[in-house]
């Protein structure tokens, strides 16, 4: 099994020489690529000086992390991917574990190793810790965290199982199925996309798993900050695309409805907190959603059409926000 990892980078010439040895180091048996989304500083200097051994990739502009990744796995060859970011450190015998659990089952599309902090090492990461869920109404969570509740790591989630999603921070995917499903939703930009990609492959019948005894390091935050309107924006939008797209006839408008309700709660509480951007941000976010509805309404169509499996079974019934609120702040046994 031919295996290249493929890291997207955007001016982040900072973060390859600080992570990047230890991917050349600690990957034997796979190749590296770093494919470059339209950077203007010195990133691909850099490489081609200090890491001939790495094929470089020379996307024209920034695509964002969604439509770069499309264009950049157009150009590589190989059985397997790993979508990897330029801010994550991993250790000697990383691959192994996910190489393995890969070619033990063709119907599984993607996983993901555990994600824990690069500041905390015994902490799980946000972007993906143990395995990523979702609630009942279109929230990721994942084992090892709740909204911003981050679990320490005491093996407590160390065993290897089916999830909702594979965190984009770090994810092996099966590369004739990310083609036939379309990779990811260009439109995205970044955020949500692989959620929404690990959904669709479950409705097409593959499997999502996470594999503990891989470990990775990720830093986080690296392109843009957790407070940042901008982000907090492709969150909203793109999660209503999502559920829009993924959504069963019977639970699409129930669940929207209810979900819209809700960002708008959300949004004035931002409001009471004296966060007036990003009060206009969910309002603007909703907005561009309803522009979008007739190209998301192909997209659906297309998805529902070709519909042989579902992701039901890793889909958490209750809300996870009112979980958090009574107290209930770590995964525990709920699914």
């Known amino acids: ?52 051994q790495v094929e470089l990739l020379l996307l024209d502009k920034n695509y964002g992390y969604a439509e770069g990744y499309n264009r950049a796995l157009e150009q590589v060859a190989a059985d397997c991917y790993v979508l990897l970011n330029s801010d994550v450190e991993v250790e000697e015998g ?79 995917v099966r590369a004739d199925v990310f083609r036939k499903l379309g990779g990811f939703d260009g439109d995205f930009f970044a955020h949500m996309e692989e959620i929404d990609f690990c959904w669709r492959a479950q409705l097409a019948g593959y499997r999502i798993m996470v594999e503990p005894r891989s470990r990775v390091f990720h830093l986080g935050g690296g392109t843009l900050p957790n407070n940042s309107p901008r982000k907090l924006y492709l969150n909203y939008r793109n999660n209503l695309s999502m559920l829009y797209k993924n959504l069963s006839k019977r639970t699409l408008w129930p669940l929207l409805f209810t979900r819209m309700v809700l960002d ?26 309803y522009k979008i509805l007739g190209m998301l309404r192909a997209k659906r169509r297309a998805i529902q059409r070709d519909r042989t499996g579902s992701a039901a079974g890793n889909i958490y019934r209750g809300s996870i926000i009112l979980r958090h609120a009574l107290g209930r702040r770590t995964f525990g046994r709920m699914m």
């Open 1 to 52: 099994m031919e295996i290249k990892i493929v890291i997207l980078n955007w001016n982040g010439r900072a973060h390859l020489e600080r992570f990047l040895p230890s991917v050349v180091s600690h990957s034997t048996g796979a190749s590296v690529v770093v494919a470059d989304n339209g950077s203007d500083d010195d990133s691909a200097a850099f490489l081609r000086k200090h890491y001939p």
């Open 94 to 172: 990383w691959l192994g574990p996910l190489a393995e659990l890969m070619a033990s089952d063709e119907r599984i599309a993607a996983l993901a190793p555990k994600i824990l902090s690069y500041d905390r090492p015994g902490y799980f990461e946000y972007a993906g810790a143990s395995g990523g869920f979702l609630d009942a109404f279109g929230y990721p969570f994942c084992r090892g965290r709740i909204l911003d509740t981050i679990e320490q790591d005491d093996g407590q989630y160390d065993t290897s199982r089916d999830v909702f999603w594979a965190s984009g921070a770090c994810m092996m």
């Open 264 to 289: 708008g709660m959300s949004a004035f509480v931002f409001l009471m907190q004296g966060r007036r951007d990003f009060f206009k941000v969910v309002f603007r976010s909703h907005m561009d959603f």
